[in-house]
T-cell receptor, first 113, second 113 residues
């Protein structure tokens, strides 16, 4: 089973550029999440979705957008990239809500220069 | 707001010995879930152990066990018979409302042969 797949694994962006981080899961999970991981800061929730067509902001949503048109896909869009968005991004999914195990992708290391 | 604190940024343990990682959290909820996740150098996040707050019995998974003190809002992870493969970042996480999980900053565990 593929589980949660994120692409790309690495990316360098110039300030002001835009990009989309892709996330796909094949477990038919309703809940999907985007986190960013900064050194010494743990994982911060950017956006989450409890099902197709439903998204909501997490702790640090500014500078990002998401959509959830299908159960499988949950892309994260960065508009006007800034150095503060340099981070490792993780997509995750759960079958139910917070009481079930989260399955993570392998992360995307993004550098904004 | 809910917060998760891990006061030990780095820990080390001798192979075959036992180590305890600390975690405290702040919440006004009575029903919630607590998790320990492991992140090896590969960046893949893996669930180690899970505890339901309404259960008084501490969760155990093979060499991993927790000491859950609800009144003190403490959730420590004990790793027995430490192995080289246990070297990783360990994140404590908390989930209460049905849709979000909050992560602590992590503890980096080194295992000395």
């Amino acid at each position: 089973n593929a589980g949660v797949t994120q692409t790309p694994k690495f990316r360098i962006l110039k300030i002001g550029q835009s990009m989309t981080l892709q996330c796909t899961q094949d477990m038919n999970h309703n809940y999907m999440y985007w986190y960013r991981q900064d050194p010494g800061m743990g994982l911060k929730l950017i956006y989450y979705s409890v099902g197709a067509g439903i998204t909501d902001k997490g702790e640090v949503p500014n500078g990002y957008n998401v959509s959830r048109s299908t159960t499988e896909d949950f892309p994260l869009r960065l508009e006007l990239a800034a150095p503060s968005q340099t981070s490792v991004y993780f997509c995750a999914s759960t079958r139910g809500g917070v009481n079930t195990e989260a399955f993570f992708g392998q992360g995307t290391r993004l550098t904004v220069v | 707001a809910q917060t998760v604190t891990q006061s030990q940024p780095e820990m080390s343990v001798q192979e075959a010995e036992t180590v305890t990682l600390s975690c405290t959290y702040d919440t006004s909820e009575s029903d919630y879930y607590l998790f320990w996740y492991k992140q090896p150098p590969s960046r893949q996040m893996i669930l180690v152990i899970r505890q339901e707050a309404y259960k008084q019995q501490n969760a155990t998974e093979n060499r991993f066990s927790v000491n859950f003190q609800k009144a003190a809002k403490s959730f420590s992870l004990k790793i027995s018979d430490s192995q080289l493969g246990d070297a990783a970042m360990y994140f404590c996480a908390y989930g209460a409302s049905y849709d979000k999980v909050i992560f602590g900053p992590g503890t980096s565990l080194s295992v000395i042969p």
